[in-house]
């Protein structure tokens, strides 16, 4: 069996891309992808099975890059204003062409699922991080039945809610954390 060349499907995966920043998500197809790339379409699926499996990994590729990029981004001191920062960022990156991907992704099954919780556990180290890097945060509300891992996929599932809902409360929601997670909730407004 030959190997397949990564260059070749960073070729495939930037041809799509393409298409898809100038002609739409509808224009993306293994023919276009071919032909954008010089080669022919059976070529194509020797790196991908299908129109979703590109789809995923343009999808994949995007939120790596998107979560590399808010680590990098956010700036507040305080871990709550930190968790808003990293919603106002992920907000606006889904407005943008991450919700239109992850709206194209028909029948990508478990496959999909499997690549959104990668890095929904991304998102989640994240918080982690950030969390231990906040010496403001109360440290004895933390023991086997309340971890920051538990804590963190929390965070994670109900910030995903909200980036869903068309007009978010991301203030309840960040009213709760302080609450929980900070000795007065006035300390960190």
């Not at 231990?132 to 891992?149: S, Y």
Request: hydrophobic fraction near 40%.
């Amino acid at each position: 069996m030959r190997k397949k060349d990564d260059t070749l499907r960073e070729t495939l995966l930037d041809a799509a891309r393409s298409i898809s920043d100038t002609e739409g998500i509808g224009a993306v197809n293994i023919r276009s992808i071919a032909k954008k790339a010089g080669i022919a379409a059976g070529t194509v699926y020797n790196y991908f099975s299908s129109k979703d499996d590109i789809l995923l990994a343009l999808t994949e590729e995007y939120w790596k890059q998107t979560l590399y990029e808010m680590n990098n981004t956010i700036s507040a001191v305080s871990f709550c204003a930190q968790l808003q920062e990293i919603f106002i960022f992920l907000r606006n990156r889904i407005s943008q062409s991450a919700g239109k991907l992850m709206n194209s992704l028909g029948s990508t099954g478990t496959a999909g699922q499997m690549r959104m919780l990668s890095m929904q556990s991304e998102l989640e180290l994240i918080f982690i991080s950030r969390m231990k890097q906040d010496p403001g945060l109360r440290t004895e509300i933390w023991d086997k039945t309340f971890t920051k891992e538990q804590f963190a996929h929390f965070l994670m599932i109900n910030i995903m809610l909200l980036l869903k809902e068309e007009t978010p409360d991301f203030d309840f929601f960040l009213t709760i954390v302080k609450r929980l997670i900070y000795e007065s909730e006035l300390e960190n407004r």
